[in-house]
């Protein structure tokens, strides 16, 4: 029988670095909330209410472009917080992002008078805060190079290898992995079907089938 999240260890992760009475304080001023996969966080132009610290689950944070494709920028996981929100809390403006769980997500949630509270009174909490903020800020700069500067067949490869399972399968569609590279959907599928003409993955309905993963890693390394 497969063992029960811990939900305490789960909070001492997420709360790592904060002394006694910090966590405390935080606990007694939070709410633990749960929310299922698909749920909707926040949309662009929402005004932040709330700072969620992850216990468990993931978060996608994601971008609309002009021309109304969605574009991933970074996920959020339990012990994490999301560099949107801080953001949008201490700038007092809206979000110009969407987030929405991907994976069922258990989290503490402070209102917006909490976070202030502990982030003027409290340096270790402020530490945390500005900690999370800059670790994001450094996957966000990692993720403008690979989009500017790596050719769409090279992050697909890596993409595919990266979400495929034990099975070699990577169960998504093409306007996923076009989220996940930041690219059109038709760009991706005109890529796949190069990649399937060449031998090394077969296309199938809500699946790519990799035929040949030392090929795919041969493209994925071509760059």
Do not use: W
């Not at 749920?39 to 700072?51: A, H, I, K, M, Y």
């Not at 007092?92 to 502990?118: C, H, I, M, P, Q």
């Not at 034990?166 to 890529?191: C, F, K, M, W, Y």
Request: net charge neutral.
């Amino acid at each position: 029988m497969q063992a029960m999240p811990n939900r305490a260890n789960s909070r001492d992760v997420a709360l790592l670095g904060l002394t006694s009475a910090t966590r405390a304080s935080l606990l007694a001023q939070a709410i633990e909330v749960t929310l299922p996969a698909g749920s909707v966080l926040f949309r662009p132009g929402d005004l932040c209410t709330q700072f969620p610290i992850l216990l468990s689950g993931s978060l996608r944070v994601y971008r609309i472009a002009r021309s109304g494709r969605e574009m991933l920028l970074y996920r959020v996981a339990g012990g994490e917080t999301c560099i949107m929100t801080t953001a949008c809390l201490l700038s007092s403006d809206a979000y110009a992002a969407g987030g929405t769980v991907e994976v069922g997500v258990r989290a503490l949630a402070l209102s917006v008078g909490g976070f202030n509270d502990l982030m003027n009174r409290s340096a270790d909490f402020r530490a945390m805060v500005f900690a999370g903020y800059a670790a994001r800020i450094g996957d966000l700069m990692q993720r403008i190079e690979e989009l500017s500067d790596i050719p769409v067949d090279v992050r697909l490869a890596a993409k595919l290898l990266a979400m495929s399972d034990t099975d070699n399968i990577v169960p998504t569609t093409h306007q996923g992995l076009a989220s996940e590279i930041g690219t059109a959907r038709e760009v991706v599928s005109r890529t796949l079907e190069r990649m399937e003409h060449m031998g090394v993955l077969r296309l199938s309905r809500g699946q790519v089938d990799i035929l040949d993963r030392q090929g795919l890693a041969a493209i994925a390394r071509s760059d």
